[in-house]
C-alpha cells in the first residue's frame, strides 16, 4: 500500500503526486508523439531521406527518454523505488544514454540543415547511418563509465528514479562530469549555435527565412541548461544545500525535450509533417523537394 511507505525529505503527498503527474504526462504523450514520428518514417517511403533518418533517430532516442519518465512515474505514485539497486543503476544507463544520444541527434540535424542550406550538400546514407551508429556508441561508453565506478548513478531527490549522482561532488564525480559534459553537450550547444547563426545569415542575405533560427537553441538549453547548472554547481559546493524540490525541476524540464523535439524536428518539418499527415489519414500531400524546409 502507498501509505505504508514514507514520504521522500522534503516533499508532501501533493508534491510527490505532482511530479509524478508531470512525468506520466511528460512520458506518455512524448511517447506517442515521436513513436508517430517513427512509425511514419518506416510506413511512407517518402520520408526515407538521409536527414529525416536523422529525425528519425532522434525519435527514437527520445522514445527511450519518455519510457525513463513514464517508469519513475509509476514509481511516483507508490512513494518509492521498486526495482532494487540494480535496477536503480539500469534505469540511470537508460536515461543518460537516451538523453546524450538525443542532445547529439539535435546537434546533427543542425549540421546537416546547415549544409543544406548553406552549402547547398546533401547527407547520403553512409554518412548519416555512420553518424548514427557513432552517437548510440559514443553516447553509450560516456554512459557505461558511472556502471564501472567512474561516476555513479544514484537515486534523484524525489527517489523515485536514477541518474548521475551529483550529491557527493567528490574527485570522482568532478573527473567524470568535465569531460562528459564538454563532449556531450558544450561541443553540442556549440554545432547548434553555429550552425543556425550561419544559416540566420544565409536567410538574411536571401531575404527568404525558411524558420525561426533561434528556437532550436532555446529550446535546447531550456530543456537541458537547468541539468548543466545543478550538476556544475554540485561540483563547487554542496548540492544537498538546495532544496530537494528545486533540485527536481532540472530532470522535469529535461524531460520536455522529447515533445519539443517533435514540435521542431518532425512536425516543424513541411516535408516529415506531409508523411506524417499521409500515414494518419492516408492522404498524400504535395511538399516541397527540399529537405528540413521548416516553419
Do not use: H
Given at each position: 500500500m502507498v501509505s505504508s511507505h514514507p514520504l521522500p525529505e522534503g516533499f508532501s503527498d501533493f508534491d510527490v503526486f505532482s511530479l509524478g503527474s508531470c512525468l506520466l504526462v511528460e512520458g506518455l504523450l512524448g511517447f506517442v508523439l515521436n513513436a508517430v514520428t517513427v512509425v511514419s518514417f518506416l510506413k511512407v517511403r517518402g520520408l526515407r531521406t538521409p536527414s529525416n533518418f536523422l529525425v528519425f533517430s532522434l525519435a527514437l532516442a527520445d522514445m527511450g527518454i519518455c519510457t525513463n519518465a513514464t517508469i519513475a512515474a509509476f514509481s511516483s505514485f507508490l512513494r518509492y523505488w521498486p526495482y532494487g539497486s540494480e535496477g536503480c543503476q539500469t534505469h540511470g544507463f537508460h536515461g543518460f544514454v537516451t538523453a546524450l544520444a538525443s542532445i547529439h541527434f539535435i546537434a546533427a540535424i543542425a549540421w546537416d540543415r546547415y549544409h543544406q542550406y548553406c552549402t547547398r550538400t546533401k547527407l547520403q546514407w553512409s554518412s548519416a547511418i555512420t553518424l548514427a551508429v557513432f552517437i548510440w556508441l559514443f553516447s553509450a561508453f560516456w554512459?557505461?563509465?558511472?556502471?564501472?565506478?567512474?561516476?555513479?548513478?544514484?537515486?534523484?531527490?524525489?527517489?523515485?528514479?536514477?541518474?548521475?549522482?551529483?550529491?557527493?561532488?567528490?574527485?570522482?564525480?568532478?573527473?567524470?562530469?568535465?569531460?562528459?559534459?564538454?563532449?556531450?553537450?558544450?561541443?553540442?550547444?556549440?554545432?547548434?549555435?553555429?550552425?543556425?547563426?550561419?544559416?540566420?545569415?544565409?536567410?538574411?542575405?536571401?531575404?527568404?527565412?525558411?524558420?525561426?533560427?533561434?528556437?532550436?537553441?532555446?529550446?535546447?538549453?531550456?530543456?537541458?541548461?537547468?541539468?548543466?547548472?545543478?550538476?556544475?554547481?554540485a561540483a563547487v559546493q554542496d548540492a544537498n544545500l538546495v532544496s530537494p524540490k528545486i533540485r527536481m525541476i532540472a530532470p522535469i524540464l529535461a524531460k520536455t525535450s522529447p515533445m519539443f523535439n517533435v514540435f521542431l524536428y518532425a512536425l516543424g518539418n513541411e516535408n516529415y509533417r506531409g508523411g506524417i499527415w499521409q500515414f494518419l489519414t492516408g492522404e498524400k500531400i504535395n511538399v516541397p523537394q527540399t529537405e528540413n524546409k521548416s516553419k
Open positions: 554512459s557505461a563509465m558511472p556502471l564501472f565506478g567512474w561516476g555513479e548513478y544514484d537515486y534523484e531527490p524525489l527517489r523515485t528514479c536514477c541518474t548521475l549522482d551529483y550529491s557527493k561532488g567528490d574527485r570522482n564525480y568532478v573527473s567524470y562530469l568535465i569531460p562528459m559534459s564538454t563532449f556531450n553537450m558544450a561541443i553540442q550547444v556549440f554545432v547548434v549555435m553555429s550552425s543556425y547563426q550561419s544559416i540566420a545569415e544565409k536567410f538574411k542575405k536571401t531575404g527568404n527565412p525558411r524558420f525561426n533560427t533561434s528556437t532550436p537553441l532555446k529550446a535546447m538549453l531550456f530543456c537541458w541548461l537547468p541539468y548543466g547548472i545543478l550538476a556544475f554547481y
